[in-house]
Nanobody, 126 residues
């Protein structure tokens, strides 16, 4: 059974940091891009950072570039999102996702995914 399980969310003050993790199981990530989407009530789904599992190329949406870093561990089948200098507008449910034969940019811009995790809540508030 193919699963994506996120962890690492929580409550953090503005300016703080969190590291999200996503564990993939039940399939190999060959020819996939993997990434992080976030969703807030009334705002829909936003692809914020995606990475090619093949060559490691990345994409970041402007609002997080320079603050967030995506990485993956191909041996452990894990993907991470290091989030620094968090802002209240980063508050959302964060989902990891996988998209087959899709570039990181296409995956994030068009929020393409074949598989999608349940999500982890990130709340940035003082």
């Amino acid at each position: 059974q193919r699963q994506l399980v996120e962890s690492g969310g929580g409550l953090v003050q503005p300016g703080g940091s969190l590291r999200l993790s996503c564990e993939f199981s039940g399939f190999t990530l060959d020819y996939y891009s993997i990434g992080w989407f976030r969703q807030t009530p009334g705002q829909g789904r936003e692809g914020i950072s995606c990475i090619s599992n093949t060559d490691g190329s990345t994409f970041y949406v402007d609002s997080v570039r320079g603050r967030f870093t995506i990485s993956r561990d191909r041996i452990k089948n894990m993907v991470y999102l290091q989030m620094n200098n968090l802002k209240p507008e980063d508050t959302a449910v964060y989902h990891c996702a996988a998209a087959w034969l899709t570039s990181p940019a296409d995956m994030c811009i068009m929020t393409k995914s074949n598989y999608w995790g349940q999500g982890t809540q990130v709340t940035v508030s003082s």
